[in-house]
Nanobody, 120 residues
Framework: VQLQASGGGMAQAGGSLRLSCSAS????????DGWFRQAPGKEREWVSC????????RYADSVKGRFTVSRDNGKNVFYLEMNSLKPEDAAVYYC??????????????WGQGTQVTVSS
């Protein structure tokens, strides 16, 4: 099982970025997936997760209305569309997948992280 995150980079405040997470070794449609982020000096925080049970995506309040998750099961890829970016969104973003619970957690499968920088 492998996850490969990509799409990070630099954006201006108010701008947009789209992150991708490519899955291999398993069928993404059978898993819950999620995005997490970690800013310097802070703990990793949950951004979103899509449940394998009901397909519902839940978002952290800090990103609700600005970030959108989508999934392409045919390509085994899921995405995080980030709009109206704020400087506080700057972090290393991680994708994760989980075969049992409705949201990934520490013992799930994780990608390597991709850096997002937001300039004010």
């Amino acid at each position: 099982v492998q996850l490969q995150a990509s799409g990070g980079g630099m954006a201006q405040a108010g701008g947009s970025l789209r992150l991708s997470c490519s899955a291999s070794g398993f069928t993404l449609g059978d898993y819950s997936d999620g995005w997490f982020r970690q800013a310097p000096g802070k703990e990793r925080e949950w951004v979103s997760c899509t449940s394998r049970v009901d397909g519902v995506t839940r978002y952290a309040d800090s990103v609700k209305g600005r970030f959108t998750v989508s999934r392409d099961n045919g390509k085994n890829v899921f995405y995080l569309e980030m709009n109206s970016l704020k400087p506080e969104d700057a972090a290393v973003y991680y994708c994760a997948a989980e075969p049992v619970t409705i949201c990934p957690y520490e013992r799930s499968y994780w990608g390597q992280g991709t850096q997002v920088t937001v300039s004010s």
